[in-house]
């Protein structure tokens, strides 16, 4: 089957660095998305992996290793709207976004 | 600019009762779309996508159904409401346009069945 692994909660100090990883066993890889949902909103678009290694944009960046079925989302200098749920998708075979259950994160003063 | 519009926003319904949410795209053609469920504190359950005018793919077997009547409006129905169909439920479309074959998400609707 396919599955795809996130913490389930995470709490952090505003200001502080956090890095939320994802692991996954899919039919197929065409590539993994990071989507950030704050409670009760739509998710939104953060980040896209296709390829091994490090894409950065801003405050946020994603890493992914495809031979260990990894991937990572690291925010920097959090902000206490960064609270939200973070939600890693792949891509599998057959072109479908299989979603992990999302990772919650709690940003403290 | 490509934008997605989802209603009611919210909607309190009996069990038993029927069941039509509606969605729309604007600003781009031959979108994919998607019927999605999230239950509180749970990751997003596809329930439907389409590729095309009349064409729909089911992938939960439910009390459910979607339609596609135009390129750009996407149906979610029930005939009778389960307490189990309680949920929020996210459009959501991928156009050829975008750079990374992203989904962008309508606003949702949340839905109690009581």
């Known amino acids: 089957g396919q599955n795809i692994d996130q913490p389930t909660e995470m709490t952090a100090t505003e200001g502080a660095i956090v890095q939320i990883n994802c692991t996954y066993q899919?039919?197929?890889?065409?590539?993994l998305f990071w989507y950030q949902q704050h409670a009760g909103e739509a998710p939104t678009f953060l980040s896209y992996?296709?390829l091994d290694g490090l894409e950065e944009k801003g405050r946020f960046s994603s890493f992914l290793s495809r031979s260990k079925g990894y991937s990572y989302l690291l925010l920097k200098e959090l902000q206490m709207k960064d609270s939200a749920s973070y939600l890693c998708?792949?891509?599998?075979?057959?072109?479908?976004?299989?979603w992990g259950a999302g990772t919650k994160l709690i940003i403290k003063p | 600019s490509q934008t997605i519009h989802q209603w009611p926003a919210t909607l309190v319904q009996p069990v038993g009762s029927p069941l039509s949410l509606e969605c729309t795209v604007e600003?781009?053609?031959?979108?994919?779309l998607y019927w999605y469920r999230q239950a509180a504190g749970r990751g997003l359950q596809l329930l439907f996508y389409?590729?095309?005018?009349?064409?729909i793919s089911s992938e939960v077997p439910q009390n459910l159904s979607a339609s596609r009547p135009q390129d750009r409006q996407f149906i979610l129905s029930s005939k009778k409401l389960l307490l189990s169909d309680s949920g929020f439920y996210l459009c959501?479309?991928?156009?050829?346009?975008?750079?990374?074959?992203?989904?962008?998400f309508g606003p949702g609707t949340r839905l109690t069945v009581l």
């Open positions: 992996n296709v």
């Open positions: 959501a479309f991928q156009a050829g346009t975008s750079d990374y074959n992203e989904q962008f």
């Open positions: 389409s590729v095309g005018i009349g064409q």
């Open positions: 998708a792949v891509l599998d075979s057959n072109y479908q976004l299989i």
């Open positions: 600003g781009t053609s031959n979108p994919n």
């Open positions: 899919t039919s197929g890889f065409n590539g």
